[in-house]
């Protein structure tokens, strides 16, 4: 129980780092650009569209594993439902916050940044059931025998791409994808491997027992 709480923290952070990435203006990172976008041409929200994203990631690793798909991966949903809600909370919290100039949109970006890496480690640290974006790209390896780095690399490209495809085809014009989408791909795995020590710290007391996670 302990563990799914250290989880919820993470995914609470990691709501808020979504928040401080959509309220910069300078794109979302690529997990949320999908959703972001549908936000903007469909009446969800963004919590609600990350929610049936996540619904669709779900399918896939089911119709592409098949008879490998671990029935525990189905934990994957409520964590979904958790997470979609979550943003909307944190963006709700977040609606009175502005920026006036490019440089504080660089900054809140950042601290978007930051936010999502240490959300991601707690997620990691926890140890009990990932997010259906990493599920997805964690199922295209065990079924094609793909390098993690690679698939996830990979995986990032397609949601931009289809991303820019949606809101180019029904917008016109380019919603979510900017040079903080760019940033994000670039900085959340290093922001989340350097808060690794502290976390894992904070789980041992939190826990009471040695955290395993991976690097």
């Not at 990032?156 to 820019?164: G, K, N, R, W």
């Not at 994808?177 to 020590?197: D, I, N």
Request: positive net charge.
């Amino acid at each position: 129980m302990k563990r799914y709480v250290f989880l919820f923290v993470g995914l609470t952070i990691m709501a808020f780092g979504v928040g401080c990435s959509i309220k910069a203006g300078l794109g979302t990172s690529p997990i949320s650009s999908v959703p972001y976008a549908l936000s903007r041409i469909t009446p969800l929200t963004v919590g609600t569209a990350t929610i049936a994203l996540h619904c669709v990631l779900i399918v896939l690793q089911i119709l592409l594993l098949r008879r490998q798909y671990d029935l525990i991966q189905l934990m994957q949903l409520p964590v979904a439902l958790v997470f979609g809600v979550l943003t909307d909370g944190a963006l709700w919290v977040l609606q009175g916050v502005s920026v006036s100039n490019y440089p504080m949109s660089w900054a809140l970006c950042i601290v978007g940044i930051l936010l999502v890496g240490i959300g991601v480690r707690f997620e990691v640290t926890a140890n009990v059931v990932t997010l259906a974006g990493e599920g997805m790209v964690l199922a295209v390896c065990k079924a094609f025998s793909t390098r993690f780095a690679n698939t996830k690399v990979g995986f990032d490209v397609t949601l931009v791409v289809v991303s820019c495809l949606l809101s180019l085809g029904f917008l016109g014009h380019l919603e979510g994808v900017r040079e903080g989408t760019v940033a994000a791909a670039l900085l959340v795995g290093p922001a989340s491997k350097q808060m690794s020590g502290a976390v894992e710290g904070l789980a041992r007391l939190a826990l009471g027992e040695e955290s395993k996670s991976s690097p």
